[in-house]
């Protein structure tokens, strides 16, 4: 089975703060993403990446930046977080063929105070 | 633009009633359609891939069906255990990855 894992299920952090979000998965998929999820607007998608190094902006990048050094971890970076960004953040990976199925991860419940 | 449109937003069934649940969608060259089943405070769990039409998948209580317009979630004698989000999605076109077009989801409660 597909194991995605996101590093926290809840954080609290404070206005201006940088803020990590950490992603790994263990079945060496080419493709990672982070999405944000809130009520009403479902899911969107904030970043994806292909391959080591790659990043590609979905449709909310904006307040957001990405890092995948490894194969197996995608890191989603909130620069100075504000209370908009508060929701749950989800991580998944596919194979590289665009029509595999993404696997998600269990999601962070951030808030920012 | 790709949409996906999911029907009903929310579902109540009594245990046992069966149902249907609808997502249409508009693509421009079907690559697939997935399924996923969410519960509340997690992630997405993926159910079912559908790649022609025609094809059919089940699990459980759960089979999925598709058309050239549109797929169908049929859920059989459920049980309150079956209760969660069912979300479905499409790949679009790009040149790297393959992003997914999600529909908006429909919420599915079933009593004892």
């Known amino acids: 089975d597909v194991k995605v894992t996101q590093s926290s299920r809840y954080l609290v952090k404070r206005t201006g703060e940088k803020v990590f979000l950490e992603c790994v998965q263990d079945?060496?998929?080419?493709?990672m993403f982070w999405y944000r999820q809130d009520p009403g607007l479902g899911l969107r998608l904030i970043y994806f990446?292909?391959?080591?190094?790659?990043?590609e902006k979905g449709d909310i990048p904006e307040g957001y930046s990405v890092s995948r050094e490894k194969k197996e971890r995608f890191s989603l970076i909130l620069e100075s977080a504000s209370t908009n960004q508060t929701s749950m953040y989800l991580c998944?990976?596919?194979?590289?063929?665009?029509?595999?199925?993404?696997?998600f991860g269990d999601g962070t419940r951030l808030s920012i105070l | 633009e790709d949409q996906v449109t999911q029907s009903p937003e929310a579902l109540r069934l009594q245990e046992g009633e069966s149902s249907s649940l609808n997502c249409s969608y508009t693509?421009?060259?079907?690559?697939?359609l997935f399924w996923y089943r969410q519960d509340p405070g997690k992630g997405p769990e993926f159910l079912f891939t559908?790649?022609?039409a025609g094809e059919e998948k089940e699990k459980e209580r759960l089979k999925a069906t598709l058309t050239k317009k549109e797929s169908f979630l049929h859920i059989t004698a459920p049980k309150p255990e079956d209760s969660a989000t069912y979300l479905c999605?499409?790949?679009?076109?790009?040149?790297?990855?393959?992003?997914?077009?999600f529909g908006g989801g429909t919420r599915l409660m079933v009593k004892p």
């Open positions: 559908l790649y022609s």
């Open positions: 079945m060496d998929h080419e493709n």
């Open positions: 990446s292909y391959d080591v190094k790659m990043k």
């Open positions: 693509v421009s060259g079907l690559r697939g």
């Open positions: 999605a499409v790949p679009k076109y790009n040149n790297a990855g393959n992003m997914l077009t």
């Open positions: 998944a990976s596919s194979l590289l063929p665009s029509n595999q199925p993404q696997h």
